[in-house]
Every structure is written in C-alpha cells, then in structure tokens.
C-alpha cells in the first residue's frame, strides 16, 4: 500500500483478554516503532525494529507487552491480560533507513479496555 | 532523559493570520533533530517541518517556519497564512539518531483552532 496500515483501527476488550495489534509498514521500510498515545497526551516510545530485530523495547510499559516482526515486514504487538490502563491509540511508524530518514506514521488502533 | 514542553494546551488564530506556538526540550546531546507534527482528528501523525541542530539555518517548509534557539533549547513553529485545514493537535518532538534508530520523545501536543 501506499502508507503505512494498522488494523484494527479500533478495538473494545474486556479487562484481562488478550489483543493483538497489526502494523503493515511502507514496503521496503526498514525500521518500525510503536508508539502508545493515552487520551490527551503526545506519543510515548514503546519499541523500534530494525528489519526482524527488536533492537529496543525499553518502552514497553510491562512484561504483558510483546512486540513482533518475524520477517522484517509486518509487526504485531500483543498485550497480554489487558488492565484499564492499557487504554490508549497505539500507533505505528516505519522508515526507510536508520538514522535521519522521517517517520511515516499510520492511524493506529483505538484501544479501549473496560 | 530528554524532555519536550509544549506550554500551550490550546491555541486559538484567524483565518489568514499568524499563530506561533511554543515548544521548549531538555537535552545534554549536540547532535539531534526537532520536528513538528501535525495530528488531525484521523490519527495519523503528518509531519510539518524538522531542523538538524546542526544547522542554524532555520527550516521553512511553505506556510510554516520555525524559530530554532540552540542555546536557548526553544523551537517555536511560525503558522503563517492560517487555513482551516491547519486545525489539529500540534505535537513538538525531539530525536537523537542512535544506534537504535531515533526514536522520537514527543510533548504533549497543542490544540490549534482556526477561526472563519
């Protein structure tokens, strides 16, 4: 596709479920990031991927939080017994390149825990 | 840690007018990027400007300009001509290149209304 795609773009789960979080990045982009945006706040860093390697998750607000890309293209982070604060648009970013190249950010995924 | 502050929650400008809004960081690094990201009711983050702090150059792209102080550690975003379409959370962000990518710490955005 053109730009970046996150599904599903919104996502109801009863506390303690699991969910899964897709990202299909730009073709060709080598690295990913995830970002997790609570209600009235700006994003905050979760974990970058360059290719298949997670080469930091020092974001990842807990152990229930698992990010993945087997083979270098589409990731899919997890959350595992989900709790309220879990709440939040949790949004995806790829790039051509490391270093300098700008992000592409796509609309993300409404995640709302009751 | 570096930080990023944007102390205006909410911003109000005319059509055809001049808006600019504010954005203050925290960093002990020489060599990192800036940028403004604009936020629409969609979601999805579309980046509006970005300065290398090594250049002292300030960045234009069309309408938008900013005002980059080093020193100062100030990166205030110049809206000029304002449109209704430039309504939309504005976020201020700080990147440092790294081996781990740049990942990016954001403020915590200002809500820009444009006014018929």
């Known amino acids: 596709g053109a730009g970046v795609s996150q599904s599903p773009r919104y996502k109801v789960a009863k506390r303690g479920q699991d969910v899964a979080l897709r990202c299909d990045p730009i073709?060709?982009?080598?690295?990913l990031f995830w970002y997790q945006q609570a209600l009235g706040q700006g994003p905050e860093f979760l974990t970058y991927?360059?290719?298949?390697?997670?080469?930091?998750k020092s974001g990842l607000p807990s152990d229930r939080f698992f990010a993945e890309r087997p083979e270098g293209s589409v990731s899919t982070l997890k959350i595992q017994r989900t709790q309220q604060e879990d709440s939040a648009v949790y949004l995806c970013?790829?790039?051509?390149?490391?270093?300098?190249?700008?992000?592409?950010f796509g609309n993300g995924t409404r995640l709302t825990v009751t | 840690a570096q930080t990023v502050t944007q102390s205006q929650p909410e911003m109000s400008v005319q059509e055809a007018e001049t808006v600019t809004l504010s954005c203050t960081y925290d960093?002990?690094?020489?060599?990192?990027?800036l940028f403004w990201y604009k936020q629409p009711p969609s979601r999805q983050m579309i980046l509006v400007i970005r300065?290398?702090?090594?250049?002292?150059q300030n960045a234009t792209e069309n309408r938008f300009s900013v005002n980059f102080q080093k020193a100062a550690k100030s990166f205030s975003l110049k809206i000029s001509d304002s449109q209704l379409g430039d309504a939309a959370m504005y976020f201020c962000?700080?990147?440092?290149?790294?081996?781990?990518?740049?990942?990016?710490?954001f403020g915590k955005g200002t809500s820009l209304l444009v006014t018929p």
């Open positions: 970013a790829s790039s051509s390149r490391t270093g300098d190249s700008p992000l592409h």
């Open positions: 073709s060709g982009h080598v690295s």
């Open positions: 991927f360059q290719n298949e390697a997670q080469l930091d």
């Open positions: 960093t002990s690094e020489s060599d990192y990027y």
């Open positions: 300065q290398e702090a090594y250049k002292q």
């Open positions: 962000a700080y990147g440092r290149n790294s081996n781990s990518g740049y990942a990016l710490n």
